[in-house]
């Protein structure tokens, strides 16, 4: 079911993403940050790889026992 | 004899558009018919096969290794390929973003520590692995933009209501477009800064609606895109409910333009007892949705168009009609955009035509009823982008059927679409001319829309004026284009006759 809807003042997280701007941590497609650090936007890119040899089961069992 | 050769690098990974760059520059070669780069999944190895470029070592790849796979003329070509490939992939690894140069961090926790004050992550990995790195940058505090698609609803729904919990934004999955304070992320484009925020659940929508209002005198605050399923029931609109509190709250923000397919009416009862009790005006943009109760606060736009129209304070644009019968011949529209696509088959049917698409609107007939009717095709659709970049970024996958639309015997006008911006290919109109000008003289009329702004990378004037030297006419809007097509099929010598 939808949920009731809020109408309430928004949350701080994302809040300051509108007022700051955004401060990106790029994962995946690496042409994405180049063009961010392009428009001299602050952004660090994540050298990602398929974690547990490209198993998603597995990766996502690996991410749970991590957090 | 050609020769089908292939190389396999163990735990080498590469994402999917720089493969498909290295893919174009290798295929370029002298001697070579076919290369392939793609990560060894199941799915891609079924692809190389098909193709014709998969060796025995290539069988050998799991879905953490790299396959390089060739066919040349001949075995030295293919040889030469390969250490082409091999010198291309040996180049160090940029590092991107502000500060000194370092090592690329290598997962997203040392990435935060990198990058203080990070307040957004945007995550674009294959689909299988998207929710779990989502779920980690919203445990790290982090808005996230989830482009990638295949992502389960019980994982989106699982996302989107941790990020609700956090007081975090979650745009997406298959979240395209977004703009946040003046940045473009993902496939957005180089809009004016203004006074209207858009939330959008489609990506070219957002894209459409944005340019039309930049380009006509207005601006754009932010664009906050939700992903396609957000309205629906099972999601209950919870990216869309947030967003709407966030540009209430904003002061930048005057005005604001919804954008989503019809709706599921309960969900859509929820989203306009909420824009009710929004102090902003609100331009609800439900592509097709027809009887809309809306409130005092808010104007209905049937089309993006309309909804830009009604964001600059135009009146909208009168809707296309038929002046006398069309000739037998079709349309055949070819689209990247999706939501372009639903656009276009709403003034078709509203016209009087009838319409098939492999994404049909209400109106329109599925694919496999084309026979006897105009057709739309969404080429951006996950039928035509498994194993292969989406056209926007490559838009050679459109080749083919352009190509075909032109020397089809029943073909009156192709419509074409033609996206602009960050992320898209850098020259889609020089690709669309080159192969429209190579065509034999005579054949069908082709109209085109330009989705873009002159502060994109492309530039949208020089896009139009290359379009409008092969002979393409470029309307203003993706919607004058179709009203165009429409004008030109009442005009169209019957193909019998040419």
């Known amino acids: 079911m939808p949920p009731e809807p809020t109408g309430g003042p928004p949350a701080e997280a994302a809040t300051r993403l ?38 998603p089961r597995l990766a996502r069992l690996l991410a749970k026992l991590l957090t | 004899m050609s020769t089908v050769l292939n190389e396999v690098r163990r735990g080498t990974y590469l994402d999917s558009v720089a493969l498909m760059r290295i893919s174009g520059a290798i295929r370029s070669m002298d001697g070579v018919d076919e290369c392939g780069l793609m990560m060894g999944t199941p799915a891609n190895l079924r692809i190389l096969a098909d193709a014709g470029v998969l060796a025995a070592e290539g069988e050998t790849a799991g879905p953490g290794d790299l396959v390089i796979a060739i066919r040349a003329r001949d075995a030295a070509r293919a040889a030469a390929a390969i250490a082409e490939a091999a010198r291309i992939l040996s180049r160090p690894k940029r590092t991107s973003g502000s500060g ?80 946040i304070g003046g940045v473009p992320l993902a496939f957005a484009n180089a809009v004016t800064r203004g006074d209207t925020g858009i939330i959008g659940a489609s990506g070219t ?99 993006l168009e309309d909804a830009a129209n009604l964001a600059l304070g135009r009146p909208v644009a009168t809707p296309a009609s038929l002046s006398r019968p069309t000739a037998s011949g079709k349309l055949h529209g070819l689209f990247s955009g999706g939501t372009l696509a639903a656009e276009a088959q709403l003034i078709l049917s509203r016209a009087g035509l009838a319409v098939a698409s492999n994404a049909p609107v209400a109106g329109s007939a599925p694919i496999a009823e084309a026979h006897g009717r105009h057709t739309i095709l969404d080429l951006g659709d996950d039928a035509y982008t498994i194993g292969r970049p989406h056209p926007m970024i490559e838009p050679a996958v459109r080749d083919a059927h352009i190509r075909a639309a032109l020397e089809s015997p029943d073909c009156a006008v192709v419509l074409l679409d033609c996206v602009l911006g960050y992320g898209s290919h850098p020259d889609p109109a020089g690709h669309i001319a080159r192969l429209v000008e190579a065509r034999p003289p005579g054949g069908p009329r082709i109209v085109a829309s330009v989705t873009g702004t002159d502060a994109d990378p492309q530039s949208r004037t020089l896009q139009v004026e290359r379009l409008r030297a092969a002979g393409i006419e470029v309307p203003p809007s993706n919607a004058a284009a179709t009203r165009r097509a429409v004008e030109l099929l009442t005009q169209a010598t019957p193909p019998e006759r040419r």
């Open chain 1, 18 to 55: 509108l007022a700051d701007g955004p401060s990106v941590i790029n994962v995946g497609l690496e042409s994405f940050a180049t063009e961010l650090a392009g428009q001299d936007r602050p952004v660090v890119h994540v050298d990602w790889v398929p974690p547990a040899g490209g198993d």
């Open chain 2, 100 to 179: 000194p140069a370092a090592v690329m961090p290598r997962t997203l926790r040392s990435a935060v520590a990198a990058l203080p004050g990070a307040n957004l992550a945007l995550v674009s990995v294959p689909g299988a692995f998207a929710a779990t790195e989502a779920m980690k940058a919203l445990a790290a505090g982090l808005n996230v933009l989830l482009f990638s698609d295949n992502v389960s609803l019980d994982d989106e729904i699982a996302l989107k209501a941790e990020a609700r919990a956090r007081g975090i934004l979650m745009m997406g999955p298959d979240c395209g477009t977004a703009i």
């Open chain 2, 205 to 303: 929508g957002i894209q459409e609606v944005s340019c039309l209002v930049s380009n006509g005198g207005g601006g754009i605050s932010h664009a906050i895109g939700t992903g396609g399923r957000d309205l629906s029931r099972e999601v209950g609109a919870i990216t869309t409910l947030t967003a709407l509190d966030l540009l209430d709250a904003d002061p930048a923000t005057r005005q604001i333009v919804l954008i989503s397919k019809p709706p599921a009416p309960e969900v859509a009862r929820t989203v306009l007892a909420r824009v009710s009790r929004s102090p902003k005006r609100v331009v609800v943009c439900f592509i097709g949705a027809k009887d809309l109760d809306l409130p005092p606060n808010a104007v209905a736009g049937a089309t």
